[in-house]
């Protein structure tokens, strides 16, 4: 079993900046890959960002591409989303979720509980 709890949500101005947390307890950390989505009101959770096991590779959903960084500290069992040039369209449930690979929801066997993040045009 894996626990993941989120921290770092918050309200922020279009065009600023947030980081999220997810510290993870439980399985040995670096034993499996991480991920973060998000969703919105009345949409789908859909994938924002995944990292492998060791942090040398990510993925990131086209639409946070060059603004949203994944990255983990296997030390400290956290994974982090430092997200920059804050949207509106970036308003959403953000979620951190473990032990998987891809782009879908299903992909995935571990979830937080969710940070509100709301952008303010």
């Known amino acids: 079993q894996v626990q993941l709890v989120e921290s770092g949500g918050g309200l922020v101005q279009s065009g600023g900046s947030l980081r999220l947390s997810c510290a993870a307890s439980?399985?040995?950390?670096?034993?499996?890959?991480m991920g973060w989505f998000r969703q919105a009101p009345g949409q789908e959770r859909s994938f924002v960002a995944g990292?492998?096991?060791?942090?040398?590779?990510?993925y990131y959903a086209d639409s946070v591409k060059g603004r949203f960084t994944i990255s983990r500290d296997n030390a400290k069992n956290t994974v982090y989303l430092q997200m920059n040039t804050l949207k509106s369209e970036d308003t959403a449930v953000y979620y951190c979720?473990?032990?998987?690979w891809g782009r879908g929801p299903s992909s995935w066997n571990y979830w937080g509980q969710g940070t509100q993040v709301t952008v303010s045009s």
């Open positions: 439980g399985r040995t950390f670096s034993a499996y890959g």
């Open positions: 979720t473990g032990d998987g």
């Open positions: 990292i492998n096991r060791s942090g040398s590779s990510t």
